[in-house]
């Protein structure tokens, strides 16, 4: 099985900034995509940001763009999420998710990332 373990998370005024982190474990494969998800309060899931596992291909939710970066780390098995300017509208649970393949073929998709960590509150006072 494939462990994941997200931190960085917390309350944080807006305009503030936060810097999520996610390790993977465990009988990961050999090369795996990764991505950051996150569900506000009463919706449903959404998609934040996803990378390639050699970091060539990045994608990023509209709503995100230009605020956070995502990022990893192959040696560490780790991925990371860059959070500034936050608004209150970023409040929601993050979640961190790997693929099984260093590509995939939906990057917005959850379906594609069949390995997921707890996630991480993130709180954005206004």
């Known amino acids: 099985q494939v462990q994941l373990v997200e931190s960085g998370g917390g309350l944080v005024q807006a305009g503030g900034s936060l810097r999520l982190s996610c390790a993977a474990s465990?009988?990961?494969?050999?090369?795996?995509?990764m991505g950051w998800f996150r569900q506000p309060p009463g919706k449903e899931r959404e998609f934040v940001a996803s990378?390639?596992?050699?970091?060539?291909?990045?994608v990023y939710a509209d709503s995100v763009k230009g605020r956070f970066t995502i990022s990893r780390d192959n040696a560490k098995n780790s991925v990371y999420l860059q959070m500034n300017s936050l608004k209150s509208e970023d409040t929601a649970v993050y979640y961190c998710?790997?693929?099984?393949?260093?590509?995939?073929?939906?990057?917005?998709?959850?379906?594609?990332?069949?390995?997921w960590g707890q996630g991480t509150q993130v709180t954005v006072s206004s």
């Open positions: 998710a790997a693929a099984s393949a260093p590509l995939v073929k939906e990057w917005v998709s959850p379906g594609e990332f069949p390995y």
């Open positions: 465990g009988r990961t494969p050999s090369s795996y995509a």
């Open positions: 990378i390639s596992w050699r970091g060539f291909t990045i």
